[in-house]
T-cell receptor, first 114, second 113 residues
Framework: GAGVSQSPSNKVTEKGKDVELRCDPISGHTALYWYRQRLGQGLEFLIYFQGNSAPDKSGLPSDRFSAERTGESVSTLTIQRTQQEDSAVYLC????????????FGPGTRLTVT | GDSVTQMEGPVTLSEEAFLTINCTYTATGYPSLFWYVQYPGEGLQLLLKATKADDKGSNKGFEATYRKETTSFHLEKGSVQVSDSAVYFCALAGGGSNYKLTFGKGTLLTVNP
C-alpha cells in the first residue's frame, strides 16, 4: 500500500514569509507526528496527533509554528514569518497508535529560508 | 528526560569488515528501542527494533540486543557491504517519552569496496 507522502519535497522561501507543509499519512493510521532534522543533527520531535485527542505540541520551538490535522487524515505544518534557523528537513511519520511505537516516515520536505 | 547517545561518526570501513555502532540510552520505565537507517537521497526507514530486555532485533544481517543492565542497544553486522553506506539513527519510544521517538544524532557509515 501507499506509504506516508509529503509535499512539497523542496521549498525555498524568503525570510519573513509563511510556509505550509503537507503530510498524508498511511491510511488507517491514527497517530501522526512531525519531526525536524537540521543539518548534521538528529531528529527533533515537534508535534503529535492521536485520533480526536488534543495534540501534544510540546516540541514546537516557537509560536510561529502550528499544525492541524483533519480527522485521521491529512496534516499541515505552518511556519509563520520564517527565519533562517527554520531551514531543515521536516519529516512526517504515522503509526497505528496506542502501544504501537513503530513509526513510518515520509520522504520529508527540505525547507530553505534565504 | 529521555535521551539517546550514539557513537559519533563518521565511520569508514572496507567491504566485509565487522561493524559496531554503539548506542546507550537514558529513560524512565521500559522503552522500546529502534535503529533507523537513512540511505543517501532516501527517507528514514526502520531497520530493526526490540521491545523488551534481552530481545534481539535483526534485519538485513544487522543485529542489536536490548541490554537493560547496561542501557545499551549496539548495532552490529558481521560483514558490511558498500550498499550499507548510510546514516544510522538509534531511537527510543515509550518509557518517559511515551509515544514520540527520541533520536540519537546519527552515525554516518561509509563502506569502501
Amino acid at each position: 500500500g501507499a506509504g506516508v507522502s509529503q509535499s512539497p519535497s523542496n521549498k525555498v522561501t524568503e525570510k519573513g514569509k509563511d510556509v505550509e507543509l503537507r503530510c498524508d499519512p498511511i491510511s488507517g493510521h491514527t497517530a501522526l507526528y512531525w519531526y525536524r532534522q537540521r543539518l548534521g543533527q538528529g531528529l527533533e520531535f515537534l508535534i503529535y496527533f492521536q485520533g480526536n485527542s488534543a495534540p501534544d505540541k510540546s516540541g514546537l520551538p516557537s509560536d510561529r509554528f502550528s499544525a492541524e490535522r483533519t480527522g485521521e487524515s491529512v496534516s499541515t505544518l505552518t511556519i509563520q514569518r520564517t527565519q533562517q534557523e527554520d531551514s531543515a528537513v521536516y519529516l512526517c511519520a504515522s503509526s497505528g497508535g496506542g502501544s504501537s511505537y513503530e513509526q513510518y516516515f515520509g520522504p520529508g520536505t527540505r525547507l530553505t529560508v534565504t | 528526560g529521555d535521551s539517546v547517545t550514539q557513537m559519533e561518526g563518521p565511520v569508514t570501513l572496507s567491504e566485509e569488515a565487522f561493524l559496531t555502532i554503539n548506542c546507550t540510552y537514558t529513560a524512565t520505565g521500559y522503552p522500546s528501542l529502534f535503529w533507523y537507517v537513512q540511505y543517501p537521497g532516501e527517507g528514514l526507514q526502520l531497520l530493526l527494533k526490540a521491545t523488551k530486555a534481552d530481545d534481539k532485533g535483526s534485519n538485513k544481517g544487522f543485529e542489536a540486543t536490548y541490554r537493560k543492565e547496561t542501557t545499551s542497544f549496539h548495532l552490529e553486522k558481521g560483514s558490511v557491504q558498500v550498499s550499507d553506506s548510510a546514516v544510522y539513527f538509534c531511537a527510543l519510544a515509550g518509557g518517559g517519552s511515551n509515544y514520540k521517538l527520541t533520536f540519537g544524532k546519527g552515525t554516518l557509515l561509509t563502506v569502501n569496496p
